[in-house]
């Protein structure tokens, strides 16, 4: 399932659109991942692995092109907006 699953969340959460080293950091890449998981109701896999999933769609966490996309992207913007009220 993990490889599949990984698949499906760089398809639907990510596009590659910035300059390379620019994009998103592991920080927000795995939070934007919990929230892919969360609005999928599907199992979170440890950091480990997405790094290992990253490596293996030849994306470096560290250094990469990605911005946010999608629904996962909106959840995980509102999800870490402080609190205004």
Do not use: K
Not at 14 to 34: C, I
Not at 39 to 62: F, K, R, S, V, Y
Not at 70 to 82: C, E, L, Q, T, W
Request: with cysteine.
């Amino acid at each position: 399932m993990p490889a599949i699953h990984f698949e499906q969340f760089l398809a639907e959460a990510v596009v590659a659109d910035r300059e390379p080293g620019l994009g998103l950091r592991r920080d927000e890449l795995y939070g934007l991942y919990t929230s892919w998981c969360l609005l999928h109701q599907a199992e979170l896999q440890p950091p480990a692995a997405l790094w290992d999933a990253l490596h293996n769609a030849g994306i470096n966490p560290d250094s990469n092109n990605l911005s946010m996309t999608g629904p996962a992207a909106a959840d995980y913007i509102v999800a870490s907006a402080p609190d205004l009220v």
